[in-house]
């Protein structure tokens, strides 16, 4: 998620469309569920992990424009996932939690493609127990782009505490954010959120989704863009790019939701540079709130805005004024 709850395992969904008409079943999986591998789709099909129209299927079935398949994927398979010794910017640790700062580039779970070298692999090495609770401790994650203060369980009480925590919106997360355009002021989006129809590995606002709602205010104005600040109520994968992009405001940097890149008006070569440099989503998780699952003591946390991010804001200000 720029902060995606991971409460329990969530199901995948996704709509047929008319260019996998016809095809069996395991094959128009793979395409949709690219994550996955065909033979490992076709295992959870015959499993009955893999619905289509809501009943149990067969890989050789064929599918039609429109057929909703839903798949719940099996728990990832936490023995594959190595401790590795790896430099963490910890703001906390106890017992109970480890909160840190997290670089953006530093992908969070091991996956496809990631088997070593992410955050889990970095906390498995500091704190070996934490093989033992669910995802690794990882009770929220941070998209790999997407820098700042992330939180991690470190015992069965923490994790069953900070899931209940995020489940209820009693967690409380600001993020920093730099989009294109301007507005009026502050509001709220509250759209749902599920997997876009037709590309799999991105989340659009579609009328089927999930609950979603993500508020905003001005922290600065610039001639083209805009510094905002953003807090969630929910907690979906991408939340955030998403709900701007759906409203023509997409991050700065956006590789997924960006769409085509825009030259201001009168634009300097240094803030052209600049932007055009910028090769990453222009998001920060500047602060988190949570209460301290032993203790029940209100625990705050903020990382600075990185580098990258305060340079694009000050040639904002300097070469975009409003």
């Known amino acids: 998620m720029e902060d995606e709850v991971l409460t329990a395992e969530e199901p995948l969904s996704a709509r047929v469309p008319e260019t996998l008409h016809g095809q069996r079943l395991d094959a128009a999986a793979a395409t949709l569920f690219s994550d996955f591998s ?60 480890i909160v840190l700062n997290k670089p953006a580039g530093l992908v969070v779970h091991p ?13 498995l090495a500091h704190a070996p127990e934490m093989a033992a609770l669910p995802r690794g401790g990882i009770v929220h994650r941070l998209d790999k782009d997407t820098s700042g203060v992330m939180l991690a369980a470190r015992s069965p009480l923490a994790h069953k505490s ?10 409380s997360r600001l993020y920093s954010a730099v989009c294109r355009g301007t507005f009026s002021g502050g509001g709220t989006i509250d759209e749902p959120i599920g997997r876009h129809p037709t590309s799999r590995t991105k ?14 205010r001005i922290a600065q104005r610039f001639g083209a863009h805009t510094h905002l600040d953003v807090s969630l109520e929910s907690g979906r994968t991408h939340q955030i790019r998403v709900h701007l992009a759906a409203r023509k405001h997409p991050l700065v940097g ?20 600049t932007l055009t440099t910028f090769s990453r989503q ?13 203790s029940s003591e209100s625990m705050h946390f903020s990382a600075p805005i990185p580098g990258d991010l305060a340079d694009l804001i000050r040639c904002l200000s300097e070469e975009d004024p409003v």
């Open 203 to 216: 989340m659009a606002v579609v009328p089927d989704g999930k609950p979603a709602i993500t508020h905003y």
């Open 111 to 123: 996956a496809a493609g990631h088997h070593s070298g992410t955050l889990v692999n970095g906390l």
């Open 162 to 171: 900070l899931v209940a925590q995020l489940a209820d919106r009693s967690v």
């Open 254 to 273: 956006d590789p997924v939701y960006g769409g085509r890149a825009t030259r201001p008006a009168g634009a300097s070569e240094r803030l052209l540079s």
């Open 282 to 294: 222009a998001l920060h998780a500047r602060e988190l709130t949570f209460l301290h699952p032993g």
């Open 38 to 97: 065909r033979s490992r789709l076709a295992e959870w099909i015959k499993a009955g992990r893999l619905q289509r129209n809501q009943r149990s299927a067969k890989p050789r079935d064929k599918v039609a424009v429109d057929d909703q398949l839903v798949l719940t994927p099996e728990a990832e398979d936490r023995v594959e996932w190595v401790p590795e010794a790896l430099p963490l910017d910890i703001l906390h640790e106890d017992e109970h939690v």
